[in-house]
């Protein structure tokens, strides 16, 4: 699809879903593949005794730690595309909240009660959360990089607000259902041997505008294993809290452990309570790539409130609306030729184009820094401080209807 410039497409791949789902247009090569494409980077004769990344757009993106860590002789070797999947990070935020087999945020805003809107909120936090494989990751965006879909009358916007460190800002809106979602994110990762744990920052808000209820809403950490089992694994502890109707969930995400049971993989174990008393209403357990339910304490009756099949299977691959109201700094356009050789498998290719984005962007970093010029973001405001870390909040009251669709 040609957008803006004529030398400038487009490239939109399936959104990420249930391993098991077959209908996808891009598989990576095998970890030998990469290894040996990684290897080819290393010029003979290169000094491999230094420990110390050189600074590319990737140092911050969580597989390059990965990679650092387990081949510290590679450190001097910038990441080639067989190690990402043909996308950007902006693209899989988005996708968490406009790609699924249901409309989780409309059920939100119509619940009956506070509590069927409350138990309507934790499903839909659960619903953002994807299966990751291990060993690719990404494309790290650039600073400035938007990505702008729309589903129905949901509209949703996120920016690369910050690339050192690497922050992202997402708004979407339904005018309709008079719902906002805000988030405001940043990963730092901690090697920790056998592991590295990525601590996602920042915090989610929903607000169901018409019942003037406000949810807040933390993430889990993303960690990544090497031994014994490579795998790449949601955890910790999520809280889900809305002061106006008086309720707090807390979620606990388990995973498999070399001598856990394999009951305990991708499990969720948590309760609903209300913020005056410490005694639960409900309690909730189940999968979060299978089902989740809630049980109510006071006569026992259990409903399942999330099925990941149905809500994150058959999902639909956006589609460009308006080619001409494409920006240029949208992902599937900034990322375009890069995706395009990995979906036809020609890396040379790919390799060069993504070489050319990180030449470009340093390029850009460098005529900043000789101006004295601070870059800002164009959709969000951006602050920092210590005490309360990034917080991003919206230019516009509405995100508008985006070029690019999903069909429905």
């Not at 789902?21 to 980077?41: F, G």
């Not at 790919?350 to 164009?378: H, M, N």
Request: some cysteine.
């Amino acid at each position: 699809v040609t957008v803006g410039d004529p030398g400038a497409s487009a490239v939109l791949t399936s959104p990420l879903s249930l391993e098991e789902e077959s209908d996808t247009n891009y598989r990576a090569p095998n970890l030998l593949q990469r290894v040996v494409s990684l290897l080819k980077n290393v010029r003979p004769g290169s000094d491999l005794t230094r420990f110390q990344a050189i600074n590319t757009v990737d140092d911050h993106n969580i597989l390059y730690y990965v990679s650092n860590m387990i081949f510290p002789v590679l450190l001097q070797v910038q990441l080639p595309p067989l190690f990402n999947i043909p996308k950007s990070q902006l693209q899989c935020y988005g996708e968490s909240v406009y790609c699924t087999g249901q409309d989780m945020l409309s059920r939100c805003a119509n619940g009956t009660s506070s509590v069927d809107r409350f138990t309507s909120v934790v499903a839909w936090s659960i619903s953002t959360l994807r299966p990751l494989a291990f060993g690719v990751a990404p494309y790290n965006p650039i600073l400035g990089e938007t990505h702008h879909v729309s589903r129905g009358a949901l509209n949703v916007l996120v920016e690369q607000v910050s690339h050192h460190p690497p922050v992202s800002a997402l708004h979407a809106t339904n005018e309709e259902d008079n719902i906002e979602t805000t988030w405001c994110h940043y990963a730092v990762p901690k090697f920790y041997g056998t592991s590295i744990e990525a601590m996602v920052h920042g915090q989610k808000q929903l607000k169901l505008l018409s019942k003037d209820e406000t949810y807040v809403i933390n993430s889990p950490k993303l960690v990544i294993r090497f031994f014994p089992i490579p795998s790449v694994d949601w955890l910790g502890n999520v809280t889900i809290r809305c002061e106006e109707s008086g309720l707090e969930a807390e979620l606990c995400y388990k995973g498999s452990s070399f001598l856990s049971r394999r009951a305990n993989y991708r499990s969720i174990r948590g309760k609903i309570t209300l913020l005056s008393s410490s005694k639960p209403i409900y309690e909730i357990s189940g999968h979060w790539d299978r089902t989740v339910t809630v049980k109510d304490t006071a006569n026992g009756k259990l409903t399942v409130i999330y099925n990941a099949k149905e809500v994150l299977s058959g999902l639909k691959t956006p589609t460009v609306k308006d080619s001409q109201g494409i920006w240029p700094s949208e992902s599937a356009v900034v990322w375009g030729e890069v995706s395009r050789g990995m979906l036809s498998k020609c890396w040379d290719k790919a390799r060069e184009a993504k070489k050319a984005i990180e030449e470009k962007e340093r390029e850009f970093v460098r005529e900043r820094e000789s101006k004295g010029e601070t870059w800002v973001s164009k959709h969000f405001r951006v602050s920092y401080s210590k005490e309360t870390g990034w917080e991003c909040s919206p230019n516009q009251k509405w995100v508008p209807p985006a070029p690019i669709v999903v069909p429905l």
